[in-house]
């Protein structure tokens, strides 16, 4: 199983990212897929998740509004659009999968600063 994040990056607060994370390995479109983020100092939190078929999707409160998690199964893909980014969205973020005992990917860097 591997899972890919890239898309990670230095923006201005206010400005936008979209995470992608390339799933392979397993039979993507069998499992729900997870977005978590961890801050210098701070535990992971989840941010976002999306349903095997994409038609649920759940937020941290702090991100509602502002981020949208999607999926394309016949690519084995899952995204993250982050739009009006804040300084408190720097984080290292990584995507997720249950399959079997749960896997992460090596996480992409992403840093809201001016």
């Known amino acids: 199983v591997q899972l890919v994040e890239s898309g990670g990056g230095l923006v201005q607060p206010g400005g936008s990212l979209r995470l992608s994370c390339a799933a392979s390995?397993?039979?993507?479109?069998?499992?729900?897929m997870r977005w978590y983020r961890q801050a210098p100092g701070k535990e992971r939190e989840l941010v976002a998740s999306?349903?095997?078929?994409?038609?649920?999707?759940n937020y941290l409160d702090s991100v509602k509004g502002r981020f949208t998690i999607s999926r394309d199964n016949a690519k084995s893909a899952v995204y993250l659009q982050m739009n009006s980014l804040k300084p408190e969205d720097t984080a290292v973020y990584y995507c997720?999968?249950?399959?079997?005992?749960?896997?992460w990917g090596q996480g992409t860097q992403v840093t809201v600063s001016s």
């Open positions: 999306i349903s095997s078929a994409g038609g649920t999707t």
């Open positions: 997720y999968t249950r399959y079997l005992n749960g896997y």
């Open positions: 390995g397993f039979t993507f479109s069998n499992y729900p």
